[in-house]
């Protein structure tokens, strides 16, 4: 079983538990006899903690430290081998100056964490998920003290007076990855979808948009929320693309849906399933969000202009301009409600968007391309625009794509086309999902991407 020792100044007791998501229960570890190898190391800065993170071949015990001098915080794996037997990473992120990691004993794996200041940590285990191994976290909690630097902010022009504040949340992230297909992970796609959809809106006097998360980490649910009140959102979007169980016999699912926040019911049983797999990703990600009324309290009595039918109008209009991106063809599976943590947002108008099936390789296929995944971001901000326009003091702004559709000649070629438009041929083969072909067939439609496009 897992052994448990508090830390002495640095916080909260360390944290040991199992998910067993299929029934929802924490169990403890049975006793192995073998030693578990460490096959790997991971670090992520984030703005709530730095996560460390070991890959194990099978369950272990622990017990975890702090030492003021230093300071760090030590974590013993008990019944480990790690080889090459020592390894050091710095980090450097105002929280963590390096991590260590070294056979301690014949038997004992040790991970050194060397802190730049004294703060709170939790060490806990995760069982297999999604083709992930065993897997030992240590987390160390960045002090509100120390400011989180991300990547460069987009630059805003200066606020109207009729400034509408747009919050978008990628979904996932860090040791949650979401759907994994085709060579494609959820967490990658929907933030380079925000991303464009942050540098469109950024263009208008009247939105500012704000994101989750800026970079590959994990967000808790609760952080995710806080974030809404703080930055004052007028609307939420949380960011996703579904895609079906590895063992689903049924691969031709694809297409668009926008979920609303229902607790008196899913739309289907598909819709019931999303929601649980949305909802468990707080546990893979070290959380505990069994107990909802803290999330409940957090949003409660914010009373910012917004009512569900006011989600379910964002919902429409978003479909509507995501299903007419020409030339891409797109399918709507329309709107519909299941229970999402996320979406408990008090009454500030919340949708989530699943933008596609990863488990469909026509989908997976359009979402490998910048091109796609700009049409995408451009539709995005065509919908949230035609929501606003409801207020009379506000000026929409929509935005045509740029794309070009083109039916190939006689004689065409691809380096006369990259001439023609100004635009490279890599970047009218990926938008046209020419692959590695180069050989143009008369009659065939291309698509061409705006000038300059070199991907």
């Given at each position: ?280 990703a707080d546990f893979f990600g070290g959380e505990n969000v069994s107990n909802l009324d803290e999330i409940d309290r957090l949003m409660e009595g914010w009373t910012r202009s917004g009512t569900f039918t006011q989600s379910e109008t964002l919902a429409v209009q978003l479909m509507s301009e995501l299903t007419r991106m020409e030339p891409f063809k797109t399918h709507n599976r329309g709107v519909k409600k299941a229970n999402f943590y996320v979406l408990r947002t008090g009454k500030v108008p919340s949708v989530m968007l699943e933008l596609g099936f990863l488990s469909h390789q026509e989908d997976a296929t359009l979402l490998k391309t910048a091109c796609f995944r700009d049409s995408m971001a451009l539709q995005i901000c065509n919908g949230i625009n035609r ?69």
């Amino acid at each position: 079983m897992y052994t448990l020792k508090s830390s002495h100044r640095a916080g909260n007791a360390t944290l040991c538990f199992l998910l067993f998501l299929a029934g929802g229960a924490f169990l403890a570890p049975p006793a192995r006899a073998e030693l578990s190898q460490v096959l790997g190391v991971r670090h992520w800065s984030g703005p709530e903690h730095t996560r460390v993170v070991l890959d194990l071949s099978s369950e272990i015990r622990f017990q975890s430290h702090f030492l003021q001098q230093g300071p760090r915080v030590y974590v013993d794996l008990s019944g480990a081998i790690f080889e090459p037997n020592s390894l050091a990473r710095e980090v450097e992120d105002g929280v963590v100056r390096s991590i260590r990691l070294a056979q301690y004993d014949a038997k004992t794996v040790r991970l050194v964490a060397d802190l730049e200041l004294e703060t709170r940590f939790k060490v806990f285990c995760l069982v297999p998920e999604m083709g992930k191994h065993h897997r030992l976290v240590l987390d160390l909690y960045r002090p509100s003290s120390v400011p989180f630097r991300v990547q460069e902010e987009i630059k805003r022009p200066k606020p109207s007076q009729t400034l509408k504040v747009v919050v978008l949340d990628p979904g996932h992230g860090g040791e949650d990855p979401g759907a994994i297909w085709y060579g494609l992970k959820e967490k990658d796609v929907v933030l380079d979808i925000a991303r464009r959809v942050e540098k469109y809106l950024a263009e208008q006097e009247n939105i500012q948009c704000f994101l989750t998360r800026r970079g590959d980490y994990y967000v808790s649910l609760k952080r995710r929320l806080e974030c809404l009140k703080e930055w004052k959102g007028d609307i939420f979007l949380s960011v996703h693309i579904n895609a079906l169980p590895v063992k689903s016999k049924d691969k031709k699912v694809r297409g668009l849906e926008v979920f609303l926040q229902s607790t008196s019911g899913p739309t289907d049983e598909a819709a019931r399933l999303l929601a649980a797999r949305e909802n468990a990703a707080d546990f893979f990600g070290g959380e505990n969000v069994s107990n909802l009324d803290e999330i409940d309290r957090l949003m409660e009595g914010w009373t910012r202009s917004g009512t569900f039918t006011q989600s379910e109008t964002l919902a429409v209009q978003l479909m509507s301009e995501l299903t007419r991106m020409e030339p891409f063809k797109t399918h709507n599976r329309g709107v519909k409600k299941a229970n999402f943590y996320v979406l408990r947002t008090g009454k500030v108008p919340s949708v989530m968007l699943e933008l596609g099936f990863l488990s469909h390789q026509e989908d997976a296929t359009l979402l490998k391309t910048a091109c796609f995944r700009d049409s995408m971001a451009l539709q995005i901000c065509n919908g949230i625009n035609r929501y606003f326009a409801a207020d009379p003091n506000f000026e929409p702004k929509y935005l045509k794509p740029e794309i070009i559709l083109y039916q190939v000649k006689k004689g065409d070629s691809l380096w006369k086309l990259s001439e023609k438009h100004q635009v490279s041929i890599e970047a009218i083969c990926e938008a046209s999902d020419l692959g590695s072909r180069r050989v143009l067939h008369v009659g065939e439609t291309l698509r061409i991407p705006p000038q300059g496009s070199k991907n």
